[in-house]
């Protein structure tokens, strides 16, 4: 292949982005021992050393184990910080436990966050990957999401996400999971007064049920915001505007954060805060 020889080419770039996507997709063979969090966050510093010297703009990758994901990453931290910085931001990264614990902060204090995790969703729902959160205790939350964030009209409504193991308490599944938010269970007797922002005027609710297996993630996020609150739901939004897809890039959440009156940018485990 010596055509391949001439890096940072178009033709160069593709190739090795497939060669990359090929090898992520890869079983990788990680020592069942205490060592697998050494052995993964060696692999994700290699994965995102080698996008950034091949100039590819982001590549997904996941771990799964005795079938539920262990790590997964769709754009790497470079592509993160590229796009922060394009804009002029001030961000700090924490670890996870701090990034948890800030971000369910934030949502329980009325603000908003885009937040931007790991792959992109494929279809019509934000399942918490690209997503805007807000405070489902606030009834006001749902008409200030919709007039300066979304730009679309009163009366649309928000979905609740809901710790998995939770949401028999606060909707009427019947036992069903509802992980990719297509049921539309009743409320149960009390929870509208409790999550107004999610609950909708005929007391029902297009749930999301998150578990850790799907998306640990999201999942942690839930349990922080119900240590933070005694709620473990959130309300839960597409992250874009009316008119326009989902965001994708780091790049696409970044101005989406901008444009709107969305408060923090939680990205990877950068957290943004806009200016006073």
């Not at 890869?26 to 060696?42: F, G, S, W, Y």
Request: proline content about 5%; charged content about 25%.
């Amino acid at each position: 292949m010596k055509w391949f020889s001439r890096p940072g080419t178009r033709a160069s770039r593709i190739v090795l982005g497939s060669v990359l996507a090929v090898l992520a997709l890869l079983p990788i063979r990680l020592r069942a021992t205490d060592a697998l969090d050494v052995d993964i966050e060696r692999f994700a510093r290699y994965l995102d050393a080698l996008r950034v010297q091949a100039k590819i703009p982001g590549l997904s990758a996941t771990i799964l184990q005795d079938g539920a994901v262990r790590w997964e990453q769709g754009f790497g931290d470079a592509d993160v910080e590229r796009a922060l910085q394009a804009h002029g931001l001030s961000y700090r990264k924490l670890d996870d436990a701090t990034f948890m614990t800030s971000v369910a902060d934030s949502i329980a204090s009325d603000q908003i966050v885009g937040w931007f995790q790991g792959r992109m969703e494929l279809g019509p729902r934000a399942l918490g990957c690209r997503s805007i959160l807000g405070n489902p205790a606030n009834a006001a939350m749902k008409d200030h999401i919709n007039a300066c964030v979304k730009f679309r009209e009163e009366f649309r409504p928000f979905a609740p996400a809901i710790l998995a193991e939770r949401a028999e308490e606060f909707f009427e599944l019947n036992g069903c999971e509802a992980p990719y938010m297509v049921l539309v269970p009743d409320a149960r007797p009390g929870v509208a007064a409790r999550i107004p922002a999610v609950v909708h005027v005929d007391n029902t609710g297009r749930v999301q049920t998150v578990s850790k297996q799907l998306n640990p993630r999201f999942h942690a996020l839930l349990e922080a915001l119900d240590a933070r609150t005694g709620i473990p739901v959130v309300l839960n939004t597409s992250f874009n505007v009316k008119g326009e897809p989902i965001v994708c890039t780091p790049g696409d959440a970044v101005r989406c954060f901008l444009n709107t009156d969305i408060d923090v940018l939680a990205i990877n485990n950068y957290v943004v805060e806009k200016s006073c």
